[in-house]
């Protein structure tokens, strides 16, 4: 099984709608990350959580939420989809050492 | 603010030839750095990362990187390229001290390997 399972692996949707990407780990890591990546532009920082209590925004957090339902659980939610939150979606984890280092293997989003 | 530059965006080399890709970053003091391979269909895999010390720094699948302050570059080599180092490469860097909730991420190097 995958230290970083992410679900659903791809998504198509309509504009305005509420979706839920889920990222579950079986690392024992404390910290959990969500990173957007667009071609060209690498992936940027959405949130990140340093334990079940800990929610800190990202580079890019408008228009997204989090919630950290435990330890292993980390999702990601678009309250109103528009149309340029079109990308791939990752979920990483880290230990104590800080950089992420397990990722999933992502989500691919088209909102239509 | 920090910022990383991979120049190249595409780059294609023979399989059994050398390889180098290029990172340039800016920050105002010397950062944690990073280099990240994507494969198809598959998310980063960390290869190596410099936080002090040797300025050349050994990695996973016969990677290495060079850190050169003067030039603000982070170069990731390996001697001799496999196919199977076909992929998509990163650059990261972090604030030092603070290296995981704060990475930048170049815009990335994909490889190809002709055979």
């Known amino acids: 099984d995958a230290d970083v399972t992410q679900t659903p692996r791809n998504r198509i949707t309509k504009t305005g709608k509420r979706i839920m990407l889920e990222c579950s780990q079986t690392?024992?890591?404390?910290?959990m990350y969500w990173y957007r990546q667009d071609p060209g532009l690498g992936l940027r920082l959405i949130y990140y959580?340093?334990?079940?209590?800990?929610?800190n925004k990202g580079e890019i957090s408008d228009g997204y939420s989090v919630s950290r339902q435990a330890q292993a659980k980390f999702s990601l939610s678009l309250e109103s989809a528009i149309p340029n939150q079109t990308a791939l979606y990752f979920c990483?984890?880290?230990?104590?050492?800080?950089?992420?280092?397990?990722f999933g293997d992502g989500t691919r989003l088209s909102i239509l | 603010a920090q910022s990383v530059t991979q120049p190249d965006i595409h780059i294609t080399v023979s399989e059994g030839a050398s390889l180098e890709l290029r990172c340039n970053y800016s920050?105002?003091?010397?950062?944690?750095l990073f280099w990240y391979v994507q494969s198809p269909g598959q998310g980063l895999q960390l290869l190596l990362k410099?936080?002090?010390?040797?300025?050349l720094v050994q990695g996973i699948k016969g990677f290495e990187a060079e850190f050169k302050r003067s030039q603000s570059s982070f170069n990731l080599r390996k001697p001799s390229v496999h196919w199977s180092d076909a992929a998509e490469y990163f650059c990261?860097?972090?604030?030092?001290?603070?290296?995981?909730?704060?990475?930048?991420f170049g815009g990335g190097t994909r490889l190809m390997v002709k055979p």
């Open positions: 990483a984890t880290s230990d104590f050492s800080g950089q992420p280092q397990h």
């Open positions: 690392k024992g890591h404390d910290r």
């Open positions: 959580s340093f334990d079940v209590k800990d929610i």
């Open positions: 920050y105002g003091a010397t950062p944690y």
């Open positions: 410099y936080f002090s010390g040797d300025t």
């Open positions: 990261a860097v972090a604030p030092p001290n603070n290296a995981g909730n704060m990475l930048t």
